[in-house]
């Protein structure tokens, strides 16, 4: 079965640091992989997806995810963070059969201080 | 184009009363998904409409959880009797055909409190 970890529930950074934040999947099929924001109060707004492409794929608001095989993840970064980016992020997997449906993490909140 | 609209945002109500989620997709979207976060937990798929045909329910927590998508428009999720396991946020998903390319547009949620 599919599944998504992300490793830390909580991130904190300080404005114009480095944004890592981890995610690893398993699947016995190459994975369609997304990242996922969250902003308070609203819904969830797609950041950026894998499909099978580059391995290196940019999204929008200055991130980027680089899928690795041989090390089954999907971290996303952002060379420099902004206090705009204070959000609950989720990466998540499609399932493979017909349904597409979404097999999330957890979630890791990005706390960034001034 | 207009997004992934859910109302209402928030609703309260009383353990054993009936609530109706509904969710309008995007125009064209042939497919619907329904998922839940309950707090602290991840979120969950709960069912999945290709048009008006339930393709996957098998995120459905239980009977009282009853999705419709009549003529492949929007579709409603209702929870009668609602229990107090039922209080989380309720997602609503749309995408084309090509979901894995195209990516999922969802909708901001409703965020369900049973008392």
């Known amino acids: 079965a599919q599944s998504v970890t992300q490793l830390g529930s909580h991130v904190s950074v300080s404005e114009g640091a480095l944004v890592l934040l981890r995610c690893n999947y398993s699947?016995?099929?190459?994975?369609?992989l997304f990242w996922y924001v969250q902003y308070p109060n609203q819904g969830l707004q797609l950041l950026l997806k894998y499909t099978s492409a580059a391995t290196l794929v940019k999204g929008i608001n200055g991130f980027e995810a680089e899928f690795k095989k041989s090390e089954t993840s999907f971290h996303l970064t952002k060379p420099s963070a902004h206090m705009s980016d204070a959000a609950e992020y989720f990466c998540?997997?499609?399932?493979?059969?017909?349904?597409?449906?979404?097999?999330f993490g957890q979630g890791t909140t990005l706390q960034v201080k001034p | 184009e207009a997004g992934v609209t859910q109302f209402p945002s928030h609703s309260v109500i009383e353990k054993g009363q009936t609530v109706t989620l509904r969710c309008d997709p995007i125009?064209?979207?042939?497919?619907l998904y329904w998922y839940r976060r309950v707090m602290g937990k991840e979120i969950k798929f709960l069912l999945h409409?290709?048009?008006?045909?339930?393709?996957?329910e098998s995120g459905m927590p239980n009977n009282r959880f009853l999705a419709e998508r009549t003529g492949g428009t929007y579709s409603t999720l209702k929870v009668q009797p609602a229990e107090l396991e039922d209080s989380g946020v309720y997602f609503c998903?749309?995408?084309?055909?090509?979901?894995?390319?195209?990516?999922?547009?969802f909708g901001s949620g409703t965020r369900l409190t049973v008392v």
């Open positions: 409409f290709v048009k008006e045909s339930k393709q996957d």
């Open positions: 998903a749309s995408s084309p055909a090509d979901g894995h390319n195209y990516g999922y547009t």
């Open positions: 125009s064209g979207h042939d497919n």
């Open positions: 998540a997997v499609s399932d493979q059969g017909n349904t597409g449906k979404l097999i």
């Open positions: 699947s016995s099929v190459p994975p369609y």
